[in-house]
């Protein structure tokens, strides 16, 4: 049974970096058929995602953020995670990791579905 | 602003059927993922590559996809499948969200 976790520091200041993990189990994070993403959402809003890792890789982020964003994984930890630099109040929200299925496709492979959650963590910017 | 547009409300009554749409340019050459999300909990996947269910949903979710327009179906609504419903699709690689539904029974 794969099952996700995030942990991370609940509140953060404004210019500063919010720091997230997710640790992983029941799979290993280094999984050919695997990405390992992070999505968020602020209440009352709908969900966005802020992009995903792949071991043998590279990372792709929603084109948003990207000048902000850097997940990485620690494969001898089975975890995965993401940093957001100069965060301000708009950063505040729900943050999740999540689990993405791969398919083949012709040659190659694609993504599928967001198929496992974490059961999420709220991260509010404030002084 | 979301990229896949859904109409924020459908209210539905016990037993009957409610559909969800999910418009976006080209969606039908895509395939879509539906995710269900509860008051305060995570989402959950009950439909992926535009039909499939994954194991533990029940049958009354169905999903179809064609042309700019996507749908999900509940047959037979329950007060338990009240909830927050997300379509999603990828571009380039990139996760797309829709902008989510309500769902309502009564």
């Known amino acids: 049974q794969v099952q996700l976790q995030e942990s991370g520091p609940g509140l953060v200041r404004p210019s500063q970096t919010l720091s997230l993990t997710c640790t992983v189990s029941?799979?290993?994070?280094?999984?050919?058929?695997?990405?390992w993403s992070w999505i968020r959402q602020p209440a009352g809003r709908e969900l966005e995602w802020i992009g995903r890792?792949?071991?043998?890789?590279?990372?792709k982020y929603n084109p948003s953020l990207t000048s902000r964003v850097t997940i990485s994984a620690d494969t001898s930890k089975n975890q995965f995670s993401l940093k957001l630099k100069s965060v301000t109040a708009a950063d505040t929200a729900v943050y999740y990791c999540?689990?993405?299925?791969?398919?083949?496709?012709?040659?190659?492979?694609?993504?599928?579905?967001?198929?496992?959650w974490g059961h999420g963590t709220l991260v509010t910017v404030s002084s | 602003s979301s990229d896949l547009i859904q109409p924020p409300s459908v209210s539905v009554s016990p037993g009957q059927t409610a559909s969800i749409t999910c418009f976006g340019d080209?969606?039908?050459?895509?395939?879509v993922s539906w995710y269900q999300q509860r008051p305060g909990q995570s989402p959950v996947l009950v439909i992926s590559?535009?039909?499939k269910r994954p194991s533990g949903i029940p049958e009354r979710f169905s999903g179809s996809n064609s042309g700019n327009t996507a749908t999900l179906t509940i047959s037979g609504a329950q007060p338990m499948d009240e909830a927050d419903y997300y379509c999603?699709?990828?571009?380039?690689?990139?996760?797309?969200f829709g902008s989510g539904t309500k769902v309502t029974v009564l």
């Open positions: 999540a689990r993405v299925t791969l398919m083949p496709l012709a040659a190659t492979f694609a993504p599928d579905a967001l198929a496992q």
């Open positions: 029941g799979v290993s994070v280094t999984s050919d058929n695997s990405y």
């Open positions: 890792i792949y071991i043998r890789g590279t990372a």
């Open positions: 080209n969606l039908g050459e895509k395939y």
């Open positions: 590559q535009d039909i």
């Open positions: 999603q699709a990828w571009d380039s690689d990139t996760a797309l």
